[in-house]
């Protein structure tokens, strides 16, 4: 009997690794590389092992895949989802910070290998990646944060709905139903499983869910991506090579990333050094924003973005300041924001709030806003 267990082991053993060999040859190539990042700041020196990492991850509006263009905003290849990810030193946390595409900002001159795109201020946020590409929206968040961004990514929107498919659908939750058939959009209300399709439409649906718009869409696309997330950590999508396999080719044809991060092995080795991150420490907040004073339709930074800035520049927790409203990948399928500790961590039950912190009644009309579950 023992003979056997061990053959049978051995036989899985071979075949596992036979996988995962063509897995790497028929995806390692069809990863997009870009180009080296001209920095706008030098990159601050760490001690320790490891440094911490910034990956500005953005989805592209190119609007040229099928069901893509959904709504005529905001086009002309600029980013339509951008956020900057920040990774703890020791690897232990992570928390993505959205940056508005409709705020308005100082654009620097971009630097890249067909030239210089000319700066405007002010200009549209997502302006950067439709004059300069992904080096030109990297570059303007360090001249606007002052923060060294390690790595870009660049996903196409059209293997979005490629990776959902490929780990059989992610939960989300809606408060109403999506009734808009000017956009081809129809969605049930309550806790469900969406596929590809419907995954697109859900954080790119902006008429109906959210009284509050693009920033209402902006924490529906936290809530999915925590919960996408949540999906592919789970045991349930690393247990079956079919569907590893799977979401990894979905990833490698819909992707583009800088240089350093242009191969297969080099992504894995970025990934493998997360896993040791808890669930519950990936979260995700938006930029402190405000009004901007001419123009009541577009968004500014708030001053205080300036201190989260240098939270991340000191690898520092979001504290409770920052992290009132954010949304963990541990329990995503709500959106709901967990109240959290000056840790960054989520308070006892998720759901208690401390000092300064809104009550039970505010968060939940703030979530109803947002096109999020209560």
Known sequence: MLRVVLATQLVLALITALVVTIAYQRI???????????????????????????ILVMGIDERDCEGCGIDSEGGAGGSDVSILLHVSADRRSAY??????????ARPD??????????????LFNTAYAVGGPLCAVQTVESLTGL????????????????????????????????????????DAGTQELDGRDSLNYVRERSQLSVTG????????????????????????????????DFLTAVADSIRVDEDLDSLRKLTDMALEFRHTDLGEIRF????????????????WAPEADRLWKRIAADEPLGRDFSEDSISAADPPDGTPDAGDPSGSPSPGGKS???GQPDEETRRAQALANGLCA
């Open 214 to 245: 693009d920033i209402g869409r902006m924490k529906r696309q936290q809530a999915f991506i925590a919960s996408l997330l949540n999906r592919v950590l789970s045991a349930g999508t690393l247990a079956q090579p079919t569907r590893v396999y």
């Open 28 to 54: 390692d190539g069809r990863i997009e590389a870009g180009e080296e990042i001209p920095h706008q700041v030098s990159k601050k020196k760490h001690t320790g092992p490891k440094a911490p990492l910034n």
């Open 148 to 187: 060294y961004i390690d790595h870009y990514l660049v996903l196409e929107f059209g293997g979005f709905v490629d990776m959902v498919d490929a780990v059989g659908g992610v939960t989300v939750c809606l408060p109403k139903a999506v009734n808009d058939p000017e956009h081809n959009i129809f969605l």
């Open 285 to 300: 907040v938006t930029v402190p924003f405000e009004a901007y004073p001419a123009d009541a339709n577009r968004l500014q």
């Open 96 to 105: 993505g910070v959205s940056l508005p595409r409709d705020a308005m900002v």
């Open 110 to 123: 971009c630097e890249s290998p067909d030239g210089t795109a000319a700066g405007a201020d002010p200009a």
């Open 353 to 355: 709030p401390g000092p």
